[in-house]
């Protein structure tokens, strides 16, 4: 089966940054769109960012448009999420998700049934 490991999360101070990355098994990575979603204590868990099988298209949840960039490098089989800017609102644990069949408007990959497989999550803390 297909694993997903999230590492890079950590503690840091409001204004700071810290770079996610995602580690796939499998030779099929490049046919997987993938997508990064965060949930914080007491809340359910939210869409932060997709990016398509080539890395062409990306989509970004209006809380972190402008922060945060979805990149990926298909000959790593690795998917990364860059945050800058970090708010204390930003605190959540971060999971990497793979959609096997992606849909075809990256919109779509908001939904997180959309999903097949989901690592399981770093740990983000931005501190006031």
């Known amino acids: 089966q297909v694993q997903l490991v999230e590492s890079g999360g950590g503690l840091v101070q409001a204004g700071g940054s810290l770079r996610l990355s995602c580690a796939t098994s499998?030779?099929?990575?490049?046919?997987?769109?993938m997508g990064w979603f965060r949930q914080a204590p007491g809340k359910d868990r939210e869409f932060v960012a997709a990016?398509?099988?080539?890395?062409?298209?990306?989509y970004y949840a209006d809380s972190v448009k402008g922060r945060f960039t979805i990149s990926r490098d298909n000959a790593k089989n690795t998917v990364y999420l860059r945050m800058n800017s970090l708010k204390p609102e930003d605190t959540a644990v971060y999971y990497c998700?793979?959609?096997?069949?992606?849909?075809?408007?990256?919109?779509?990959?908001?939904?997180?049934?959309?999903?097949?497989?989901w690592g399981q999550g770093t740990q983000v803390t931005v501190s006031s």
């Open positions: 998700a793979a959609d096997r069949v992606p849909p075809l408007a990256v919109v779509a990959l908001s939904r997180a049934d959309e999903y097949n497989y």
């Open positions: 499998g030779r099929t990575f490049s046919s997987y769109a």
């Open positions: 990016i398509s099988r080539s890395g062409g298209s990306t």
